[in-house]
């Protein structure tokens, strides 16, 4: 799976457990949705915690360098939606 099918994943994943807002809200005249919003930050949390998670494991170098970077371009990926 590419890092951007991995975030969109991710984000879907979010949107199907996070139950739906009521709270409408508009910036310069644009309504903000609310639930892509908290998706999309439970997925930053979720690749967030992974990360750091990795960082700490005792894998061979090269196995955890290769995830760490996959888990990096998820990170950057989700960032871009």
């Known amino acids: ?4 099918e991995k975030a969109e994943e991710l984000i879907y994943q979010f949107a199907q457990r996070i139950p739906p807002s009521s709270y409408e809200a508009y910036e310069n005249g644009v309504q903000i949705n609310f639930d892509l919003m908290n998706s999309h930050n439970c997925a930053l949390f ?3 915690l992974h990360l750091e998670e990795l960082s700490k494991m005792k894998l061979i170098f090269s196995d955890r360098e290769l995830h760490y970077k996959y888990w990096v371009q998820v990170k950057n990926e989700i960032e871009k939606i």
């Open 1 to 4: 799976m590419t890092p951007k």
């Open 46 to 48: 979720a690749v967030d």
